[in-house]
């Protein structure tokens, strides 16, 4: 069982392993630690991670990023239709229900749901962190933000599934933080007087907070508030924003008008922004950004917070929001931890600061991977291979969850409906609800506060028929529902209880004296609750389990596909290289080894290979064409290969003999 966490950030992840010794953030294949959220469809494979943000520039309406913000999203969301779309420039359609992009793939037009966008490249995180363990990773934890609901975390968990993976658990963010943090503190008070830490992570799409108690062995996480469109991104748009104002005069373009204009200015703005948290000025430079020009500028840290001031007037909302439902004054934090890229802009940490009335702010935490690390631990703790000292996470849900029924004869409330999960409740958590009926009947599960959820997301969560009722009506029927680990609801089951009373033994209190006889066993009557399980049928946002076990194959494929052409690719640069390896070679090394003749057909091999190499048909062979030309190559030159070795050990073994003479 693999023991891996993953940050899902929106603009890069991160993957930590957990070995005995502790905790690693794993390094990619470009040994950066955290991994581009694109994927890239090119004419022939996949390009995901890395090697997709190098393929954006040239590449970029068939590169997607905002994976995390489309998942579990429809099409027609006005988030998706008004926000997520000023960031994306492939093109968005239907999905069968969801969004999703259609892409140029291997020459044909494709469509792929934000489901399985997101499986690709969990897919690639799984490989990254497989080749770093040296073993197949499926078990893990993925950090998800707190507001997402029953369907994102679902599609989510579907994603994962797709890629091959098995979530132990889906943990919010900013619990995983939290968990980060406890579990390395030796010095937490008891549960009595706990340690109340305010936990605040900005990154590029989006802003949290999470107000945690802390005492010895557990966290207890408070509150927790959101600003779900405030993050990096949002500054480096309002960068683009004035930088395409100033062109418009400066060199008479209109960098709004091309998408690949604005990109590249969006990568020069993101650049610029970094600079001004480190300088008081910066330059701005974009090499040909539209119609040859070559555009520069620079721009000062005052200008930037102008242009952000919008933004910034919201930073204090959700630190009041969460203080104000944990019932905690800003003087009672303990202290307020920094997590996330965009926490690094001064400006956000004066108005933090500014809000916990000058309280130093802490940055213990490594910005860019806490979370990762948290989800790590959260995947050790549920791992039978780690013995970690316990330490207990009391997370809670976000948005209260009701079941509606239709009224029937026996009821007597007014209200068909309660609030069983109330915003706030614990996850994971059970909870059983009766009702008197004489026929079947039916109960909807929905989010309560539909205005809370974000975008347009459906508030529908599930239903459950209870098919029959039993034979003694009216009968007292329970339903049993769970919100779990991923902060995922379902019904569980309805069952009826019976009570009977039965007669038992009563032991006996004290064994026989030696040489009695036992005395005759005593009986009493006990009440025994039976339960009877009902036959129930429930349906929620569960897709098809078809659907997903072909997505699967069809990822399956893809990868499978990727890495042949990756194969390819690699053989062919194994022809190329030796080719003019051995030709350079026979000139010198190789040169009193190898007689006139067989020089002279080995260089004309190697020239007919390099030629047919050039040729529109060896320029795009298969895998198989540049193997068997490189074994034919081989044929030739491996005989002159070894005799140089033979040759080199003999010159060895004379230089060893003469030393010892
Ligand atoms: P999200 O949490 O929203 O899903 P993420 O996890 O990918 O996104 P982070 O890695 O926390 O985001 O932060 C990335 C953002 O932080 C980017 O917008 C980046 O430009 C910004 N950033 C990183 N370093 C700095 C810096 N020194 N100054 C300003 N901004 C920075
Ligand atoms: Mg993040």
Known sequence: ASVVGIDLGNLGSKVGVARQRGIDIVANEVSNRVTPSLISFGPKARAIGEAAKTMETGNFKNTIGSLKRLIGRSFSDPEVTEIEKKYINAQLVDANGQVGVSVLYRGQKQTFSATQLLAMYLAKLGQIAAKELQQDVTDCVIAVPGWYTEVQRRATLD????????????????????????????????????????????????????????????????STAYDRHFGGRDFDYALVQHFAEEFKDKYKIDVLSSPKAMFRLSVACERLKKMLSANLEAPLNVESIMNDVDASSKLNREQFEEFIAPLLERVHVPLEEALREAQIAPTDVFAVELVGGSTRIPAIKQRIQAFF?????????????AIARGATFACAGLSPRFKLRSFAVNDIALYPIKISWTKAPEDEDEEPEAIVFPRGNSIPSTKTLKFVRSAPFELEASYADPSALPGKINPWIGKVTVKSVGEVVPATIKVRTRLNLHGIFSFEGAFFETTQIVEEDVPAEAPPAEGQAPAPPQKRQKKVVKRTDLPVVSGGLALDSSILNNQRESEGQMIADDKLVQDTEDRKNALEEYIYDTRSKLDDRYAPFVQAKEKEALLAKLADAEDWLYTEEGEDAPKSAYVSRLDALKALGDPIYKRYMEGEKRARTAAALRETI
């Open 159 to 222: 994603a994962a599934f797709i890629a091959g993976l098995n979530p132990l658990r889906l943990i919010n963010d900013t619990t995983a933080v939290a968990l980060g943090y406890g579990i390395t503190k030796s010095d937490l008070p008891p549960p009595e007087t706990p340690r109340h830490v305010v936990f605040v992570d900005i990154g590029h799409s989006n802003y949290s907070v999470a107000v945690v108690a802390f005492a010895q062995g557990q966290l207890t996480v408070k």
């Open 357 to 369: 009335g000058g309280k130093t702010l802490s940055t213990t935490l490594n910005a860019d991977e």
